[in-house]
């Protein structure tokens, strides 16, 4: 009886002053075209609850209908050869039954995120989806049937298997579209159901469940109308298996089991050449096995559009690529990553990555004016000690280049006094930029580095030293005096 209350207060059917009794007569209704919760036996006139009653307000309807329960069961794989991970009997009101449902769905339901997708966060499967299909499963099912509605969830997709064929008013081909006139087994049931606000309104559960998944960018529902059943299956968003194949793949080179990784790696790539995790993975693996021009083939072969791939998986496509020798033409094409990269949105690390990469390929001015330019949009950048001793290094490799010059014997005097002045210029900017770094390091570690860089430079700027106005022409004055 408290159950009946709670859900009438629910479904704003309840009135206090009215004793709960009342809404249990013969003559009692709810609704204009919802029939009285009880009923007077023909025979022999004792009054007794109507099958939906029990259903929605008994204490036990197992007690009553031998298949009105559900099981709800999680296969850790794709299908049922893999252990039952969990198994669930679930009991209670109809209600009941779909309220738990939903929540042991919701847990299932979790959020795949990829920062650089238009909708990072995405679910596996549509909440509303998730609720019309319990709903419907519950409400339109057959309970002369002694089986179960039976929940199952797999690695890539849930069924929902509904006792009780397709009623015969319903046209199958319009079913399957989402298009079929309003038809129910159990209207009642539906009627509450929609009160309870756990269902659509008339006739809108299968086209809900099929605009939602949509939306969501899930495959299309399946259904199986079978003569004992209604299996609706709702399979999982795209990312969603990817992912897990990814984290598979991982493993494998966890294990070094490469040939394998590198295999199911190229399978995700050529149906999705722009999966990024996949592309760094190709990466990673093809460093392992000492391949990395293959990594050059795989971009020619799918003419892929550099300005659709995100900065970070570039970095590391360039950083493959520059282990590749001999290729003058595989060197240029990771130089052009690394400045397709560049103008993306980046985050220090990447920052500080191509940096590195600029360094490896001996790229000093252009490290000077990447981390000058990424200081200017990011001022806060200024007090990154890495950045600052990169860059006083490629500002050091430059004064270095010029004090070769500088020595050359048979150059033009002019030259070789602007690579003097070049020189102890780069040296200036690379002491202020050392300085800095010392200013704002709080690793020890870290402070002993920048320490012997400038004993380095100390000891530059000594060659660098400017020569005295004070020469041999001022001596020689001296002296004749």
Not at 360 to 376: A, N, P, Q, T
Not at 390 to 399: F, I, N, Y
Request: glycine share 4%; with cysteine; hydrophobic share 35%.
């Amino acid at each position: 009886m408290l159950v009946s209350r709670d859900y009438l207060q629910e479904m704003r059917l309840w009135e206090p002053n009215k004793p709960l009794e009342e809404y249990f007569s013969e003559t009692e209704k709810l609704a204009d075209f919802i029939p009285p919760l009880v009923s007077k036996g023909m025979m022999d006139d004792v009054i007794r609850p109507k099958n939906f009653t029990l259903l929605m307000f008994g204490k036990k309807p197992i007690n009553h209908f031998e298949g009105a329960y559900s099981i709800f069961s999680i296969y850790r794989g794709v299908d049922r050869s893999e252990p039952t991970a969990e198994r669930h009997e679930i009991t209670g009101t109809i209600v009941q039954q779909a309220r738990k449902l939903i929540e042991k769905l919701n847990t299932e339901n979790y959020v795949a995120f990829d920062k650089e997708d238009e909708i990072p966060n995405q679910v596996k499967y549509p909440s509303r989806a998730l609720q019309e299909a319990v709903v419907n499963a519950l409400v339109h099912r057959d309970y002369e049937s002694s089986q179960p509605v039976r929940v199952t969830v797999f690695n890539d997709r849930i069924e929902f298997n509904s006792p009780g064929a397709l009623p015969r008013a319903v046209d199958k081909e319009k079913f399957l579209k989402g298009k079929a006139y309003p038809h129910w087994r159990n209207q009642t049931l539906a009627w509450f159901f929609n009160k309870l606000q756990l269902a659509q309104a008339e006739g809108q559960g299968i086209p809900t469940i099929m605009r939602t998944m949509r939306e969501e960018g899930c495959p299309d529902p399946v259904f199986d109308l079978g003569q004992e059943n209604v299996v609706c299956i709702l399979p999982a968003h795209p990312r969603h298996k990817t992912f897990k194949e990814l984290h598979e793949i991982e493993n494998k080179i966890i294990i070094d089991n490469l040939d394998e990784a590198n295999e199911r790696t190229k399978s995700i790539l050529s149906n999705d050449p722009y999966n990024f995790r996949a592309i760094e993975l190709f990466c990673e693996i093809n460093n392992l096995l000492k391949t990395p021009k293959k990594v050059y083939n795989f971009l020619i072969e799918k003419k892929l559009d550099v300005s659709k791939i995100n900065s970070s998986t570039l970095i590391k496509i360039a950083d493959t690529l520059s282990f590749v020798e001999g290729s003058k033409e595989v060197i240029e094409f990771a130089i052009e990553l690394f400045h397709a990269a560049k103008e993306g949105q980046l985050e220090e690390r990447e920052i500080l990555k191509i940096t590195l990469h600029l360094k490896k390929l001996g790229r000093h001015e252009e490290v000077i004016s990447f981390i000058d330019e990424k200081i200017d949009r990011q001022p806060a950048l200024g007090k990154n000690t890495s950045l600052l001793e990169e860059r006083a290094k490629a500002r050091m490799s430059l004064a270095s280049k010029c004090i070769d010059t500088g020595k050359k014997q048979g150059l033009d005097g002019k030259i070789r006094r602007r690579a003097w002045e070049e020189c102890r210029r780069y040296l200036s900017a690379a002491e202020k930029d050392l300085n800095d770094a010392l200013d704002n390091t709080k690793s020890g570690f870290e402070r002993e580095y920048i320490l012997r860089d400038v004993e380095f430079l100390n000891g530059m700027k000594t060659i660098a030293q400017k020569p005295s106005r004070k020469g041999p022409k001022y001596i020689k004055r001296v002296i004749r005096k």
